[in-house]
């Protein structure tokens, strides 16, 4: 058995019991098969979610080697430092994060402490069933230390060996010489002690990177249509630009995102390709977007934050002014086509220093020319080059060292009457060896120019297969 | 202002070079006028003399919309060429990216360096619906700051279409629409329209057998002002310029002397 409701834990089971031990003195037990995999994502769903609080969450993944929490080992952390207010203080925001996890069909215990050890050991070993805990800063110490042991997020044997060297409180453990209990569980012991009364930092390490400019929204009846929706969101751009205008930055990468009543979150992003900050080129990207959120049940928190945010030039040279503005006007047209096609349909090309003829260009973001490009171009290529070459049907060559003197192509015939010697390309030799690549420029009896490859040689007893590779100007 | 009075003074009817002088003070004025939308355009010459001089303005208008077609399924090549040749020479006249949008461009940019175009300013857009490539098409023309916008289109443009293009490219940046297969262009408010089929070549000095400077025969269908036109071009691989060519085949000795006579 991996865990227990209150219930079970009431009539005395404990986790780690075989089910049949268990059933033999509950016979009427309720048992479900665990799945591990889809508690931990479902965990990390409701971190996600609860970002709506706070931009800090954090999943608490020590808890499996702990003994005795109650209901599993799910918890997570959210820091609430300088959020409460937004919700009319400590209690209304927990009594709030405890109200919609239980909406979302989950149990829970809510403690607000000056620490997450303090936070972890209220809300798993503090009498208070209902409502929730929020140790008072005065009085955490206090509280604490008439907690059980086993609010240290200890491993299960120390605490049983602690349990029978009769430390069974915190505070008889803060009051116990350190340096024996040091010696004999460890360092873990003294750096749990030390993080939960807040002698040493605990930073949380949170399920994403809490983002540098973050603005919300809130809709205490919800909103339902996406026009509602882009109002809202061009008021956070509005907000966010000022933050951003204050510090001097601009966003590569905004996210939008809107917490429904059912407790699902509808994601947007987009990307720029430089820092922007003027919030109705922020909106007009957003707003292509927008009809992806499905309201559903009604949204009732929008966040708006900046994941990447980076410095701006301020100064504007008044001569280059307007060239600053094309320029930001094609960075715009950019961001619009990413937004629309998707940022893998809009880019650039780079050289790539391969003769492989297919592998000498590359993909890579537009307007990323930091400096000039060097081509290589050795011999004619083709203005047009297939992404496959096409095979070639009824190819004649007079001898086999010669150009095709017709082909079929696409289902037509052309007779050569032009060409070019041929271009051998070796393979690159750490590649896996493949026949012996030619090509031709050819030129056809109405003067259209095709780049046909030839693999594979003749006098090497291979039969040779042609193809087309390109179409020259 | 202040230009010379000379300048303004009338030239005697068939005086020599007054009809050149008339053009370029057309074009100084379109140039003035730029971003007033309507009245003179300013151009970029294709440096045929022949072509020029056919057009309205002595070359092709920029902030406009154009468009290549190719004459067959299989001249995609050539059109291609010809549109490279003219967004070059625009390319030349305004600074800024240039935006190619379409189904799966081809475009192999070591091959565009060596003809003459910069593949650093180069803003591939991949879209394969139809709607999305005009719309891309119709975003860049509306954005001042491109040096040109050219589409590859898979159905004729419609009136309406392109006369909301056209205006898009008054106030932004030049548009070349594409056609590659081969299909029928609809009448529409393009600037110019040109048809474009490939021509033989004249073998180059080295090599009897050998393929030498591409030549087309390019069909001015539409030009708004002007006449349409017949030309059989030939285009320098090396020096990228453009010329007449002698609709005779296989006589290597005329196609530098009719650049010279053109």
Redesign the interface.
Known sequence: MVALDRNATLLGLSPGESVADARARVPDLHVATSDAVGDARALEALADWAQRYAPIAALDRQSATVSGSIGGDAGLWIDATGCAHLFGGEEAMGLDLRHRIEKLGFSARVAIAGTPGAAWALARYAEAAEGVIVADPEAERERLASLSVAGLRLPAVVVSALMRLGLKRIEDLAAAPRAPLVARFGEVLARRLDQALGLIEEPLAPVRAAPAFRTRLVFPDGIGNPEDLALAAHRLCERLSGSLDRAQKGVRKLELAAYRFDGEVGKIAVGFGRPVRDPDRMFRLLRDRIAQIDPGPGVEVAILSALIAEPTIAVQTPLLAETREAGDEVASLVDRLAGRLGETSVHGLAPIDSHLPERAQRRRAPLATAKKDVWRTQRRRPQRLLDRPEPLEDTLALLPDHPPARFRWRGRTHRVTRADPAERIADEWWREQKPTRDYFRVEDEDGRRFWIRRDGLTEKGDTPSWSLHGLFA | MNIPMANLLPFPPGAPGAAPRLFDLRRQIGRLERGAGAGIPAVVPLGVDAIDGHLPFRGLPLKRLHAVVAAGE?????A???L??LAIRVMQAE???V?WCGR?P??????????GLD?????????RSEV?RL??FE??LR????AVAVAELEKPLDLAGSRRLQLAAERGTTGFALRLDGGDAAASAVETRWRI?????V?PAE?A????N??WQVTLERCRGGRPGHWLME?N?ATGDLSLAPSLRDRPDLPARARVAG
């Open positions: 299989r001249e995609a090549g050539a291609t060429g010809f490279l040749s600074p800024g990216p935006l799966h081809e475009l192999y940019a070591p091959a565009l360096a060596d003809y593949p650093g300013r180069l803003i591939l857009v991949r879209a999305d719309w891309a975003e860049g954005t001042k700051g491109l089929a490939s021509a033989s070549s073998a090599d057998h050998g393929v030498g591409p030549r285009k691989d």
